[in-house]
């Protein structure tokens, strides 16, 4: 298909994020909310769905939530009330899941993030409360099931129809992310599924009113593939549309192996989910007073730390951007420019040299193997001239190897910078001594071959001349 | 001494004293419950381990502590509730050989009041049914007449309490199912106000209807019964925080200034004259001691039964989805996960559960929704009203429980509408969320037991208990007794 065919659509994707909050027990029930126990231990009559068991809502969830809520920039509904979605399956022990249907917890909110340099605004249409299912794990002919993450409290946040490409919407998914672990309520791991992201994405001609039918797109566990998957579905459904077929209301699912996406159910095919009014439960009311001393302990969110950073430490947007998108990452650089008193040198060495490694090693910064601490350190004995920032990046993958102090790397490996005139002088003669024909090049007007000399200085110096005097001291011996 | 003439509230004041041992108590019950269970079919089964908490009452007596206010009283459980390590089937072959690790909340305060546990009693499957015939354990017998039935769903806990095997029972009551057998079978009944009583542990019919509570041979032992099991519980979300009133100790037989309501709708059903007589009887009783009768109206009244059997199958539809052979209960030999749901579901479950799932399924269906379940809702909300509003002009209601006395066994049960109509009088209590109770107040002519229904305002058990007290008194002179004794 022509290129010139697909600029002529334009893509509408919404994202339903389902994050699981970080309570010490599960929604309903007193079992521990915890994983790496063994099969079935976080348990009891009410999350196994035994007969006369009842569930009694997790305070803390509720409380979650509405952080949560309030960090979306939602309103929050003084009365809320759960529902039956009913539907059988295995890991689904009461046979119906407890969720909030048409009285949601939160209602009408925003997330404001950057696609690039331009500031994107999201709709949040609702963000409402439900119970997680247990899990399946098919062996040869057998299925078994796992409890534990029964009943586990979620939340699910409902974005408008609002994004249209599928960077954007990986770039959405992100900021939801970050302001969930600002805030923590979630620690937002989509390959472990503590965070798990369906997609509705269709297509229309630029210039259309009407929505296209919308496919829902699962089983997406990293940003990556949210952003291929959406791509892929984009291509298909112009593709499709192109070729005369009619789109059709389905599910999908994506499949990162072969980057492409297959119909698990059509819209025929889905089911009836028979939703009612939980009795087993009362509505949830939270008063105007609780909704407040929760906002008034909302902790700074990303785009507020994002604006400060520029404002207060004269950051670069991309630097404050990148530096502000995980809470570690941002307290990281806050310790680092506050003991280096240097941000813009912080925030290079964070971003050039500290990512890289960390990347290439797939580690987060809190497994930084150099403490903010020993960075800030590195950071200072350059500007101080202790060593040069040639010698420091040395230091610095040896910091990275070994986690020691960049004072003790310095010391035991002699790599201090040589500003004594002295030593200079000497390592000068032995270069000039040793270039002669160069030497007389040079005097003769080839000023260019005094980059020569200073390199070979430096080399002889094992990098630890100071080069300001290496150049100073230079200039007048070559003179001579 | 026969232990079987004393009354609970005389037993457990007996053993509290150590004049009588809870051992001796439920040794004879338990013999005399054996034996005529073989014709009566009252019980599922009987609790082995009765002797060793029978034991325990005696020893806590002998080290003098106090076991509680029903000390080695032998309680009957219906076997809708959770007993921990002692099956609990619901009536159901889909638990025929369930056995919960854990307890509900109103056996577990029984113990702590030193009552023993008998054992299970028959019930309709799922409490779906007003005749006990729908029991996957056979139909129980009406102890005053055993070609009859003993009403349902608790007809096993009222066969029991009439036939003295127990001193008292625990049944449950989501539209009638208290009230009902209580009535065929001439004890006491009481289903206290929606959330007096816990639910956790009790398997769900309907939720917002379910309702626990006690039958008893008088009133007074009732109400002893009542107090024991009521209050808070931090299981159950659905339960009042108000504190339980001493309801036996507060009972008076005083009834001047009281005003008893005369519910107009109930009377203009079709009732048999010799219950009509009995009715009028009562409020004669009433009264003669000192209480005015006053008509009153309930406009919504005569939609109950439509409400209910929208509401009730509603609910029950999820409820019971959770019977579906994955973890527990009866498990069909199949090939894959659709043939498991259906062909455990399809064996396990009886005729009237399965009628009242497609019912509830059907009414919460997508398209049909608005037109049953909220509507049914809507009126339900309006009943409450009609309530709210006729009790501003009266203390408590009195009528018929039902439109007849017991009924003959296979007499209604090809005929579920019929069957579903026995519900009239007693679906609008538990609708609304009210107290309502039944109490002997006289005979037909055959010699079958007949109750009338008082009904109070929430909370206001106290009333209607005061009020069956005075009609206890008035009309026991004969002291029958069934057939069995």
């Not at chain 1, 599960?26 to 769905?49: E, W, Y």
Request: aromatic share 8%; with cysteine; proline share 4%.
């Amino acid at each position: 298909m022509s290129t010139e065919a697909h600029s002529q659509y334009e893509a509408v994707i919404g994202l339903e994020i389902h994050a699981q909050l970080l309570t010490e027990t599960k929604m309903f029930c007193t079992c521990a909310n915890a994983f790496g126990s063994g099969d079935n231990a976080n348990t009891c009559p009410t999350c196994l769905g035994m007969p006369g068991a009842l569930p009694v809502l997790n305070k803390k969830a509720v409380e979650f939530s509405v952080r949560t809520g309030l960090a979306l920039n939602c309103q929050i509904e003084e009365t809320s009330v759960f529902a039956r979605k009913n539907y059988f399956y295995p890991d689904l022990p009461k046979g119906y899941q407890i969720s909030q249907y048409d009285q949601p917890l939160c209602k009408e909110g925003f997330v404001e993030f950057f696609l690039g340099e331009e500031k994107k605004r999201v709709r949040i249409e609702r963000a409402h409360m439900e119970e997680d299912a247990g899990k399946s794990q098919h062996q040869d002919q057998d299925t078994l099931v796992n409890y534990n993450r029964s009943s586990v409290p979620l939340l699910e946040i409902v974005s408008g129809p609002d994004m249209r490409s599928a960077k954007e919407a990986a770039e959405y998914a992100r900021a939801v992310r970050s302001i969930l672990q600002y805030i923590g309520v979630c620690d937002g791991n989509l390959e472990e599924g503590s965070m798990r992201c369906d997609c509705n994405v269709s297509v229309r001609k630029w210039g259309a009113e009407k929505l296209g039918t919308k496919v829902e797109l699962k089983n997406i566990n990293s940003f990556r593939f949210i952003e291929k998957a959406i791509e892929y579905e984009i291509e298909r459904q112009i593709d499709a549309i192109e070729s005369g077929e009619k789109i059709i209301q389905e599910t999908r699912l994506y499949d990162s192996d072969k980057n492409r996406t297959f119909s698990m159910r059509t819209k025929e095919e889905a089911q009836d989910y028979r939703y009612f009014p939980e009795p087993d439960l009362l509505p949830v009311r939270v008063s105007p007073m609780w909704i407040e001393d929760i906002k008034s302990h909302l902790p700074e969110l990303p785009l507020q730390r994002f604006e400060r950073f520029v404002r207060e430490y004269g950051l670069p947007e991309y630097d404050s951007q990148i530096l502000t998108q995980s809470k570690d990452m941002a307290g990281y650089f806050e310790v680092v420019a506050k003991v280096s008193k240097n941000p813009k040198a912080s925030s290079n060495w964070i971003m050039v040299e500290l990512l890289r490694c960390l990347n290439e090693e797939k580690k987060e910064i809190v497994d930084s193997p150099v403490s903010s601490q020993n960075m800030a350190e590195l950071i200072a004995s350059i500007d101080s001239g202790k060593i040069s920032g040639k010698i420091a990046k040395t230091v610095f993958e040896e910091m990275y190897k070994t986690s020691e102090a960049p004072e003790k790397i310095i010391k035991e490996k002699g790599l201090a910078q040589v500003s004594d005139s002295g030593s200079i002088e000497k390592w000068i003669d032995q270069i000039i001594e040793s270039n002669p024909g160069q030497v007389s090049q040079y005097r003769s007007g080839k000023d260019k071959l005094f980059g020569f000399f200073v390199g070979q200085v430096m080399k002889v110096s094992k990098g630890q001349a100071n080069p300001e005097l290496v150049n100073e001291l230079l200039l007048k011996k070559l003179k001579e | 001494m026969d232990l079987l003439k004393l009354s609970l509230s005389e037993t457990a004041e007996k053993v509290r004293k150590g004049e009588i041992k809870a051992v001796d108590v439920t040794k004879a019950y338990l013999e005399r419950s054996k034996s005529l269970n073989k014709e009566l079919n009252a019980y599922i089964s009987f609790n082995e381990k009765a002797l060793i908490a029978a034991e325990k009452v005696d020893q806590m007596v002998a080290n003098k502590k106090d076991p509680g206010l029903l000390a080695g009283c032998p309680i009957a459980i219906k076997d809708l509730l959770c007993t921990k390590d002692l099956a609990s089937t619901a009536g159901s072959k889909v638990l025929k050989n369930f056995i919960p690790p854990y307890s509900a909340t109103v056996v577990e305060r029984l113990e702590a009041q030193g009552a023993v546990i008998l054992g299970k009693t028959n019930l309709d499957e799922f409490a779906m049914g007003s005749s006990n015939e729908t029991s996957a354990f056979g139909s129980v017998k009406n102890p005053w007449d055993v070609t009859r039935v003993p009403g349902g769903s608790s007809g096993g806990s009222a066969a029991a309490v009439a036939a003295k095997m127990g001193l008292g029972a625990i049944a449950t009551d989501t539209g009638g199912s208290i009230r009902q057998p209580a009535n065929f079978c001439g004890i006491v009944g009481i289903k206290p106000t929606y959330g007096r009583v816990s639910r956790y542990g009790i398997v769900s019919y309907a939720s917002s209807l379910d309702q626990a509570g006690p039958m008893g041979v008088t009133v007074e032992d009732t109400a002893l019964i009542l107090e024991s099991i009521s209050g808070h519980d931090p299981r159950d979300s659905t339960t009042s925080q108000k504190k339980v009133p001493q309801w036996a100790k507060n009972l008076k037989g005083d009834l001047r200034g009281v005003v008893v309501g005369k519910p107009k709708e109930y009377f203009e059903k079709e009732i048999d004259s010799e219950v009509q007589k009995i009715i009028d009887e009562s409020f004669e009783i009433l009264k003669s001691q000192g209480a005015t009768i006053k008509d009153v109206t309930l406009p919504t009244a005569p939609y109950a039964i439509s409400i209910y059997y929208l509401v009730a199958p509603s609910e029950a539809s999820s409820n019971l989805a959770r019977y579906d052979g994955v973890r527990y209960g009866h498990r069909a030999e199949s090939k894959n996960i659709e043939e498991l749901y259906m062909k455990s579901r399809a064996e396990g479950f009886g005729r009237e559960v399965k009628r009242r799932i497609m019912l509830g399924t059907f009414a919460l269906s997508s398209g049909y929704y608005d037109a049953y379940y909220i509507k049914a809702c809507k009126a339900r909300r309006l009943l409450l009203q009609d309530f709210m509003k006729a009790f501003q002009g009266c203390d408590f209601m009195l009528s018929p429980v039902t439109t007849t006395a017991a009924f003959k066994i296979g007499g209604r049960i090809k005929d579920p509408l019929a069957m579903y109509l026995n519900d009239v009088f007693t679906t609008p209590t538990n609708l609304a969320g009210l107290p309502g109770m039944s109490v002997p107040a006289g005979f037909t002519k055959e010699g079958l037991p007949v109750g009338v229904q008082l009904t109070a305002p929430h909370f206001e058990e106290q009333r209607i208990l005061n009020a069956a007290q005075v009609i206890e008194k008035h009309t026991n002179k004969e002291k029958r007794k069934p057939n069995v004794y």
